[in-house]
């Protein structure tokens, strides 16, 4: 696979891309699940979608004590010293809006965002243009943190298909988040709410007894994915299992499960002739 590329050189999503975005969806969430220290688990996450996605110089932030401004919680590729220097007021920024409105952003020319400020100063490092996509970290309704990353300028680039990724990806984060003050809870040990400086919203100090988290969304956001690649598949392939097997490199029966299990009407994909 190209790792900087999740397109094909015509512009296409491949298929193959697709199968490898999903399996490096299940990595991520392998990582997170893992138990390793947060920041140490988040670092590692930015890694992969750098390494394996060409998504660069990933960003993650969450809210300060006062829930008026984000910090830097990890970040990849970046100096650490520069990184502790930058916050984001709610609504400055690309960052800050995507906090304050709870809405994803990308922005397929950032030299042309007059939002973007520029604060990690990326065209220093890159001397060429750049896309850059801010998604919020949410429990329930509460905007807690944003993940972003910036991508070199492609007019084909997927920009929609990386939203979506990251989309998923701060889904895990925030179950993880979630996850983590559960146990503390359960093991009785003392916390004031406030974790490296960052604010733990009242949605996830108290998720545990309001379930203002939802454990299946991580789920439930694979499973759209899973069900969009199929569906593009079924469409390729005129509705025919055997070949839209073949297409996504998998066996007919395990297609014949999914497009059950998901829901998926195959039949109206399918050609007619007369």
């Known amino acids: 696979m190209d790792k900087n590329n999740t397109f094909r050189q015509d512009g296409r999503a491949g298929p193959a891309s697709r ?13 997170i699940s893992a138990g390793a220290g947060r920041q140490d688990a988040l670092c590692h996450v930015l890694d992969v979608l750098d390494k394996e996605l060409g998504l660069k110089r990933g960003t993650i ?3 300060t004590q006062d829930g008026k401004e984000a910090r830097i919680e ?10 502790r220097s930058i916050t984001y007021r709610i609504g ?3 960052t800050g809006k995507v906090m304050e409105t709870g809405r994803p952003a990308a922005i397929p020319r950032v030299s042309r965002e007059p939002l973007f400020l520029n604060r990690f100063e990326r065209w220093n490092v890159t001397k060429q243009e750049l896309s850059f996509i801010c998604v919020p970290i949410s429990v329930g309704e509460t905007v807690i ?9 492609d007019e084909n680039a997927p920009l929609a298909e990386e939203m979506k990724i990251l989309g998923v990806v701060a889904s895990m984060i925030a179950s993880d988040l979630h996850a983590r003050r559960v146990a503390k809870t359960e ?15 009242p949605a996830l100090q108290n998720s545990e007894t309001s379930g203002a988290i939802e454990t299946s969304s991580f789920k439930e956001r694979i499973n759209l994915f899973e069900r969009d690649l199929i569906i593009d598949a079924l469409k390729r392939c005129h509705g025919n299992l055997t070949a839209t097997a073949r297409d996504l490199k998998t066996t007919a029966r395990i297609i014949r499960y999914r497009v059950k299990e998901l829901g998926i009407d195959y039949e109206q994909y399918c050609s007619r002739k007369g």
């Open 61 to 63: 932030t969450l809210l």
């Open 145 to 153: 943190g944003t993940i972003s990353v910036d991508r070199p300028f």
């Open 92 to 94: 400055e920024g690309v």
């Open 19 to 31: 199968l490898d975005q999903l399996e490096i969806l299940c990595s991520i969430s392998r990582i």
């Open 74 to 83: 990890a970040v990849h590729d970046l100096s650490e010293q520069k990184s």
């Open 187 to 201: 093991r009785r040990e003392p916390t004031d709410d406030n974790v490296n400086g960052h604010l733990l919203q």
